[in-house]
């Protein structure tokens, strides 16, 4: 069975601080892995990971994935209020189902 | 472009009671889904579609059933209401295989007494 694991569970930071989320996966026929913000209602799309040490970057966020290790992390460097969501990872398997496998999330408070 | 829509926003249910989760596309998506968000957990897929008129079982399927009549729609419907139920839904769709591109709905939130 696919599973994805994300840690911490939750975050409390204040403004200007950076994070760092993780995320560790076991997925089977692993193809790639997938970052999303979630604030209120539907999650948002923020990165894909399919090679291992290739950084992503948007603005202030960037993640890498490690497959030998089976580990991706999230960076958020000076962190803001509109930071504050759930983060969610999901790996994506190349298996009958065509699914992702989400983590349960980390959910990041961001102070002023 | 509406995106993906969601109909309704909330809904109250009794136990036993049946209903139907609407979703809709306008974005010509191949793959369509549904998902269930529960406290504390990542979401978990009910079904999905590659397209109009093939469906497939995720990972909790029980319960619910779909179907795909039209590239555009994509209903879930629960046969007998369940408190277990209980739970956020979110449909999403996205161009062929390319999972990247899912874009989510604004969610139907459910709770079944």
């Known amino acids: 069975e696919d599973k994805v694991v994300q840690s911490p569970l939750s975050l409390v930071v204040h403004e200007g601080d950076t994070v760092t989320l993780n995320c560790s996966y076991e997925v089977t026929n692993f193809r790639s892995l997938l970052w999303y913000k979630q604030e209120k209602k539907a999650p948002t799309f923020l990165f894909m990971l399919t090679s291992s040490g290739i950084e992503k970057k948007s603005g202030r966020l960037s993640s890498i994935l490690d497959k030998k290790e089976l580990f991706s992390i999230l960076n958020i460097t000076a962190t803001q209020t509109g930071d504050s969501a759930i983060y969610l990872c999901?790996?994506?398997?190349?298996?009958?189902?065509?699914?992702?496998?989400f983590g349960s999330g980390t959910q990041l408070t961001v102070l002023p | 472009n509406a995106g993906v829509t969601q109909t309704p926003k909330f809904q109250v249910l009794k136990t036993g009671q049946s209903m139907t989760l609407q979703c809709a596309q306008d974005?010509?998506?191949?793959?369509m889904s549904w998902y269930r968000q529960d406290p504390g957990m990542g979401l978990r897929l009910i079904h999905y579609s590659v397209g109009a008129g093939i469906t497939d079982q995720g990972e909790v399927p029980n319960g619910y059933n779909v179907s795909r009549s039209t590239t555009e729609d994509f209903p879930l419907r629960l046969l007998s209401a369940a408190p277990s139920q209980t739970s956020v839904y979110f449909c999403a769709s996205s161009y062929s295989d390319r999972v990247e591109t899912q874009y989510f709905g604004p969610g139907t939130r459910l709770l079944v007494l």
């Open positions: 999901a790996g994506w398997g190349r298996g009958s189902a065509r699914q992702l496998t």
């Open positions: 974005m010509n998506h191949e793959y």
